[in-house]
């Protein structure tokens, strides 16, 4: 009977035990996804505004050329 108690005892020990370690790994998680976001966030908004930027000014500089390279030939 008494290992009976004991079997009980430490299945009831590691289902605390595992529903913890669940709680401690979301919060973890949580802390690290409020770092990135933090810190990621902001540099993903200034690369976006960047490649974008870079990315009208190739057309320009391409349409720059050519109306250099037309009035060159004038």
């Known amino acids: 009977m008494f290992e009976v108690l004991v079997i009980i005892a ?3 020990l590691m289902i605390k035990v595992i529903g913890i370690a669940f709680k401690l790994t979301w919060g973890l998680a949580k802390i690290v996804a409020s770092i990135l976001m933090v810190f990621a966030l902001p ?5 976006i505004l960047f490649w974008s930027g870079i990315v009208l000014l190739v ?12 009035k060159a030939c004038t």
């Open 10 to 12: 430490f299945l009831w």
């Open 43 to 47: 540099l993903l908004i200034i690369g």
């Open 59 to 70: 057309p320009i500089a391409l349409l720059c050329g050519a109306f250099g390279i037309l």
